[in-house]
């Protein structure tokens, strides 16, 4: 199970930190990712980890201002957002696949196979 946490309401230009704690499997070795959807849009690959290189990959619209991490002791994944803007508004979703064999870029394309519940973070102007 995952269980995503940390959104919230947050003016723009502001900061928040998702953290994603996974139990009952462990993300240890595995590619892990956030995912995002707005109302109304279709779900956006925001940033994903993959483990077995340590890379990480980002959308283009949130490059230099988000940052994906995991610590593996604590099973728990983490999504820094900084300057956030009013477009950031959506439902975010922490997500893994449990077997790592595809690129970053593919995993934010097509998504992953294993998905938390989602947490709201709303961006005002």
């Known amino acids: 199970q995952l269980q995503a946490s940390g959104g919230g309401l947050v003016q723009a230009g502001g900061s928040l930190r998702l953290s994603c704690a996974a139990s009952?499997?462990?993300?240890?070795?595995?590619?892990i990712g956030w995912f995002r959807q707005a109302p109304g849009k279709e779900r956006e690959g925001v940033a994903c980890l993959t483990q077995s290189n340590g890379r990480t990959y980002y959308a283009d619209s949130v490059k230099g201002r988000f940052t994906i991490s995991s610590d593996n002791a604590k099973n728990t994944v983490y999504l820094q957002m900084n300057s956030l803007k009013p477009e950031d508004t959506a439902v975010y979703y922490c997500a893994v696949d449990l077997v790592e064999t595809k690129s970053g870029s593919w995993y934010l394309r097509n998504g992953m196979d294993y998905w938390g519940q989602g947490t709201q973070v709303t961006v005002s102007s």
């Open positions: 009952g499997l462990s993300f240890g070795g595995r590619a």
